[in-house]
């Protein structure tokens, strides 16, 4: 059974960093796609970054120059590096991986206290 499970999450003061960890277990493929997405309180699922196989990387204009996404293809993981941490990006992320469908974590949640 294929399993993402986040890591990293927590309380931190704006201005602050996080990183956050997305390991997968259970899969014999690498996904073509993986991502974070976040959601915070009474408001819909966002995209915040995704990254191919290959490394290609899109981000979220409003994490542009903040966070940084990278994975490791052989640990099957994927990584969130947050910086300059603003109290909006308080949320609960989501990791995700796409192989002909989508999989996603639990989620793991982000509180930035300003």
């Known amino acids: 059974q294929v399993q993402l499970v986040e890591s990293g999450g927590g309380l931190v003061q704006a201005g602050g960093s996080l990183r956050l960890s997305c390991a997968a277990s259970g899969i014999r493929f690498i996904f073509n796609l993986m991502g974070w997405y976040r959601q915070a309180p009474g408001k819909q699922r966002e995209l915040v970054a995704t990254?191919?196989?290959?490394?290609?990387?899109n981000y979220a204009d409003s994490v542009k120059g903040r966070f940084t996404i990278s994975r490791d293809n052989a640990e099957n993981t994927v990584y969130l590096q947050m910086d300059s941490l603003q109290s909006e990006d308080t949320a609960d992320y989501y990791c995700?991986?796409?192989?002909?469908?989508?999989?996603w974590g639990r989620g793991t949640l982000v509180t930035v206290s300003s």
């Open positions: 990254i191919t196989s290959g490394g290609g990387t």
């Open positions: 995700y991986g796409r192989y002909y469908r989508d999989f």
